[in-house]
């Protein structure tokens, strides 16, 4: 199958500074990625979708001054967490689907884990 | 909006036993459903999804429309099927995906 690639795997930052994440798409073109949060134990948590060359749409509750993300080619989008705070630390993951394909499979990431002391 | 829930959070079975993890659904549009398998220390994967009508290492999942379910079933447990399973949810024309809360499934020697 296709492979979604992120990084960093994890990360550790300080209250109040930047931090962004990548998310690849390596063997085919990812019209359309998605970001998740994982809380310890629960499910995944849709904070936005990305399409390659647009704003981004946000999910109810989820800050796009906070998060910001960039789908500024067909194989790479960025969530940028700004000003990390402690209640930020948790698992980010993407996942990307190829719009073009009939099968829309949507291929995820291996996740960030962050950390904000 | 659409909604999925998974009832189970932690489900243990001994092995050879048979196992169901309940899935159900509320979308007002006509579904897409899939089953997505996480295992120890590895990325989020797909397991089967409802319109491939197929067995993926033993598990069937049937939508049922009437019952707003898709229960995922396998006959005989193994200890390598131990993992986090999640039911997903497909809708709008973004193609998002809408996650159950996960089952933690423990497949005891």
Redesign the interface.
Known sequence: ?AVVSQHPSWVICKSGTSVKIECRSLDFQAT?M?WYRQFP??????MA?S?EGSKA?YEQGVEKDKFLINHASLTLSTLTVTSAHPEDSSFY?C?A?D?DRT????F????TRLTVV | AQRVTQPEKLLSVFKGAPVELKCNYSYSGSPELFWYVQYSRQRLQLLLRHISRESIKGFTADLNKGETSFHLKKPFAQEEDSAMYYCALLSGSARQLTFGSGTQLTVLP
């Open positions: 199958g359309t998605f134990k629960q499910s995944l948590m849709l979708t399409n749409t993951i996942s689907i719009m099968n829309t499979e949507a995820f990431g291996q996740g």
